[in-house]
């Protein structure tokens, strides 16, 4: 334990002394093995910054740029300039604008100076448009329907025939035995009775009773009997009378059979109805002959096919089509029947009456040409408009066509939509005050650029139509909150400023408000594009229902239209995001701008310059891998970009390529280039040149100036602390050598953002904490926290927005990403690491 205490202690002092010492006092990996690209991949930054963040006492509020005043403060002449520019273009309705309009009173009585016939075209369309729309519909008969009904109607009559046939025929004995009336009584009649009948006449069955037998009159005596229980045991008594017992058996046995069919056919008929409304319990239905029954399923289809003929409109109240069923079956059926044949009937009819969309479209394209020009005329010396009298659309037509509606340069409205525009800017400026983004003159450059261009399309009659692409590089550039108050302002004003289609363009604002707001959370082009096609689908919608919340319709020729308008404004949403993303790339490269599509690009590893990076300074490159993963983790618990983090941290040593063999990592094991020179102050000299041949390179491949301040910003203006001592060491020996610290600290500027100031962090603990093998979580701690301190204490991170918090957090995240690249693996037995033999 004490030889590790000794190991960190050293390493402390040195990277305190030089981050970049080309001899350091503790033997050091060269190049990192082949497999620390994987490590480092499988490192998990975002849990690594929530359990930092959850095991500190504290949670530091999220880091945020300093903003000098040169940034806070907008000169009055540009902020002028601003809002008179936006004020010209979009204020085009106050250039010629009407004095009297319709709905303001005449200042004076107003005579024609002649004679003039001129048509009122708003009126005119305003009219063919009603009459578009109140247009009757042209219905027709689907045949569909109608073939669906007969054969629903057909199935239902052939499920009720089989349970006719199942119930049997009346009379199911003859006539001379029995009347019908009284065999379609004992069919009905319930099984009490039935049974009390049949204990009345039984006697008459048995040979040894039958001459015992008293007389009926008797038995009714003290019997409680309905007339139709006397009729139908008179006529069994009778039989019984003049037949042979025998004969009586069979006929007795003959009621029960037809009883128990007549049951099950009414048990059926039951759960027929259950599932049919069509069907009732109709008992009449069974005593019906079957030439009777025959007749009346042909009626019942004729008059299915007659009404199916005229028509059944959808809606029709039940009432009505139950009366037209009513009449169709009147008198040509058995009274008992009808209600049954109308219940089969109503049960299978449907609406078939269906709108004829094209010849409806034709009818209503004919009603509006139908309505002739409204047309206003007006002799010489007529009135037109009396003094004090409110001015109708007859009389502004007239008024303007004689140029009286005094149209003129409206300075006073103009003057009050300029202080309207200074506000939104004002608000604007608010906004970005709070926001993180700091903008540049390029950005306020590039977004007046944007709203005055929606001035522009205006007058083209197409704003509404390029708003989401607005929406999707203002949201894209400058994140939700500054691109979706951007989108609204122009909302706002752009309406007041100018005569705009009013659902098309709020379906143009709510696709851009949709851009806006979203367009920074996309990390690829693909992604972008879906966002277009969901631009698309929002715009479509709300256009869709804000035409059905304007103007209601029923009819499905003007349901049609809407649908096709509502299409086309997808499409147009669709084409203006397509146009946006293929703006991006040059606005990108022509304001120096940053998204997170073009950092994500950058970071690519097969960039050319990532490329020669790693193939050039190999050590460097795997250096800058494990820095990129220790500021990616600071970086998210703390708040920051990201992206931005992770495509500077990768560019910012680029400038070692100019001499790799000058840096340690780079000189795999061979000789020090430094021991040859044995000159420090040309060993400064080299190790400060990779900072501005960083920043040569990184203008040759045009990266953007937010990855470019990586480059000088992670060394600040530190000092070459190893070079610079060993200056020193050598004046003691030559009093007349000069020794200024100028010539060995770092150009700067000092970290000017938190990005750049956790990169500096970072890179100044990568080295140590690789070096630490078997040191405990605690010992890389106390070392990260003193090199922090030394920066810290170094003056570098005071412009950067960091404070004491954010480096507490910093330390026990780096300790946290060194412990999952230094992860113990399994220590493998000699015996399976051997070769095999044969």
Not at 86 to 108: E, H
Request: aromatic share 6%.
């Amino acid at each position: 334990m004490k030889a590790i205490q000794d190991i960190v202690a050293a390493v402390e002092r040195w990277w305190v002394l030089e981050q970049q010492a080309t001899k350091p006092l503790t033997p050091r990996p060269t190049l990192l093995p082949r497999s620390l690209s994987l490590d480092l991949d499988l490192i998990d930054t975002k849990a690594i910054a929530t359990s930092a963040q959850r095991r500190l006492p504290g949670r530091p509020q999220p880091c945020r740029p300093l903003r000098r005043q040169k940034n806070i403060r907008h000169p009055r002449l540009a902020f002028a300039v601003t809002a008179l520019g936006l004020t010209a273009i979009l204020g085009q309705r106050f250039y010629n604008q009407p004095g009297l309009q319709v709905g303001s009173i005449a200042p004076n009585t107003v005579l024609a100076p002649g004679t003039v016939r001129v048509e009122d075209k708003e009126t005119t369309e305003e009219r063919r448009r009603d009459a578009r729309s109140g247009a009757l519909r042209v219905l027709r008969v689907d045949p569909a329907v109608d073939d669906s009904v007969l054969r629903s109607l057909n199935a239902l009559m052939a499920q009720v025939g089989d349970v006719r046939r199942q119930a049997g025929g009346v009379p199911f004995v003859a006539t001379s035995t029995l009347s019908t009336q009284v065999q379609v009584y004992l069919r009905r009649s319930d099984d009490a009775t039935w049974l009390k009948l049949r204990s009345l006449i039984d006697p008459l069955a048995d040979d040894s009773a039958r001459g015992e037998q008293v007389p009926l009159e008797t038995l009714l005596r003290n019997q409680t009997i309905t007339p139709d229980q006397q009729t139908a045991l008179g006529e069994l008594w009778a039989y019984g009378q003049r037949s042979s017992s025998q004969e009586l058996a069979k006929l007795l046995t003959a009621v029960e059979k037809s009883r128990q069919s007549y049951q099950e056919a009414m048990a059926n008929l039951t759960l027929l109805a259950a599932q049919s409304e069509g069907v009732a319990e109709a008992p009449p239905l069974f005593d019906l002959p079957v030439q009777d029954w025959v007749s009346a399923q042909a009626e019942i289809r004729q008059a299915a096919e007659r009404m199916l003929a005229q028509g059944i409109h959808a809606g029709l109240p039940p009432e009505m089509l139950d009366r037209a069923a009513y009449l169709q079956l009147k008198d040509n059926l058995p009274r008992p029947i009808e209600p049954l044949a109308r219940q089969l009937l109503l049960s299978t009819l449907e609406p078939n009456l269906v709108e004829d969309s094209d010849r409806t479209r034709q009818q209503a394209d004919m009603a509006a040409e139908a309505v002739k020009p409204v047309i206003v005329e007006v002799q010489q010396g007529e009135l037109i408009v009396s003094a004090g009298e409110p001015i109708s659309q007859e009389q502004f037509v007239l008024l303007d066509t004689f140029n009286l509606s005094q149209r003129r340069f409206n300075y006073w409205g103009l003057a009050m939509f300029g202080g309207l525009v200074a506000g939104g800017v004002g608000l604007f400026l608010l906004v970005e005050h709070w926001v993180p983004h700091r903008l540049r003159q390029k950005d306020y450059l590039l977004l007046s650029a944007m709203v005055i261009s929606t001035g522009v399309m205006q007058i083209f009659g197409v704003a509404a139509y390029g708003l989401p692409a607005i929406g999707l590089l203002a949201g894209s550039f400058y994140g939700p909150v500054l691109g979706g108050t951007l989108v609204v302002l122009v909302a706002v004003l752009l309406p007041v400023g100018s005569a705009v289609g009013g659902i098309s363009f709020m379906a143009g604002a709510a696709g851009a408000l949709v851009c806006s707001l979203l367009a920074s959370r996309m990390r690829s082009r693909e992604e972008l594009a879906l966002l277009g096609g969901g631009v698309g689908l929002t715009q479509g919608v709300v256009y869709l229902l804000l035409t059905l919340v304007v103007s209601p319709v029923s009819l499905i020729s003007a349901w049609s239209v809407m649908l096709t308008g509502a299409a086309l404004q997808g499409v147009y949403g669709v084409i203006s995001s397509i146009a946006a993303q293929g703006l991006s790339p040059y606005l990108e490269h022509l304001f120096d701008l940053v998204t997170p599509i073009r950092l994500a690009e950058l970071s690519s590893p097969n960039r050319p310059m990532l490329k020669r990076l790693a193939s050039e300074a190999p050590g460097t490159f795997q250096h800058t891998v494990f820095v990129s993963s220790l500021a990616e983790a600071a970086a998210r618990a703390l708040g920051c970009n990201v992206e931005l983090v992770r495509a500077g941290t990768l560019y910012h040593d680029i400038g070692k390529m100019h001499d790799p063999q000058g840096f340690i990592e780079n000189q795999m094991g061979g000789p020090n280039k430094h021991d040859e020179l044995n000159d420090p102050w040309l060993s400064a000299t080299i190790i400060k040149k990779h900072v501005t041949e960083g920043i040569v390179m990184a203008r040759k491949c045009r990266l953007p100036k937010a990855v470019r301040s990586f480059i000088p910003e992670h060394q600040g203006t530190m000092l070459i602390s190893y070079f610079y001592h060993q200056a020193q060491e050598l004046a003691k020996d030559e009093p007349a050598l000069a020794v200024k610290e100028s010539d060995f600290r770092y150009d700067g500027p000092i970290p000017q953002s938190p990005e750049t100031g956790i990169v500096m962090l970072a890179d100044s603990c990568e080295a140590a904490l690789r070096s630490l093998t078997n040191a405990t979580p605690d010992e890389a701690l106390a070392m990260v926290n003193r090199i922090l301190r030394a920066r810290w204490k170094d003056n570098q991170l005071v412009e950067s927005g960091l404070t004491r918090d954010h480096m507490t957090l910093i330390a026990e995240i780096f300790v946290q990403v060194w412990q999952q690249y230094n992860h113990k693996r399994i220590a493998y037995p000699k015996a399976a690491l051997a070769p095999k033999v044969g």
